[in-house]
């Protein structure tokens, strides 16, 4: 059974699933869909073009699907698709997209903390962990099991590897790649995410082979381009290892210092 508090304002053009609940003040407007025992707390907006997944929370007085902060955006139809499981807490602000992408993607199962906020067309993964107060920009890109740490700002376009670990309160204009840790200012690799890689259940030879494939990337005197040609030529076939030179090939704004 839905629950919708007597002072929100849903419009009967939103789609509901079974068992959501509104809560007070909260605003639910046309072409919003909201899964199935999602909640949504006091005084939040959910605008036109929001797709929330199944048994979301969404905090109180956050705002989801507003128009992008872009001044090439002449009102043109986007979305904001969240996936299933995804809390974002109070205060939070979350844009739909430009016609870049026409949408932003925040995936299954993510934590978004109080104060964030995530611009138009950001592409983020599953699982993804970002702390209090951060702000990205536009374009910025977080593959899934990635962690933010609070107060850190993203610069626009940025791309963010899977299982990274980004410290708090830092500036980051450079991509980081799958599987580091960073810290400093400016930021800089801080050394291979071996914890949260062994928690998460990678064998010790494939973060030993990870290891490896960051020495030659930022312990050696190789460009990015030679240091890819050495971990395929060099290194275990491992998944992890392509991934990583995947990442170095489609690196738009260069990676952090070594």
Known sequence: MVKIHPTAQV???AQLGENVEIGPFSTVKEDVIIGDQSVIGTGAVLDSGTRLGKNCQVGHYSVLGVPPQDLKYKNEKTYL????????REFSSLHRGTTYHYKTVIGKNCFIMTYVHVAHDCLIGDNVIIAN???????VEIDSFASVGGLTAIHQFIKIGQHSFVGGGLRVNKDIP???KVMGEPIRYGGTNSIGLERKGFSKEVILEIKRAYRIIFQSEHTMAEAS??????LKPFDEIKLIVEFIKRSDRGLLRG
């Open 229 to 234: 040609e050495v971990i395929q030529k060099e």
């Open 11 to 13: 419009d009967p053009k």
């Open 178 to 180: 799958p599987y580091i």
């Open 133 to 139: 107060a951060v702000n990205m920009g536009g374009h």
């Open 81 to 88: 698709e969240i996936g299933e499981g995804t809390i974002i």
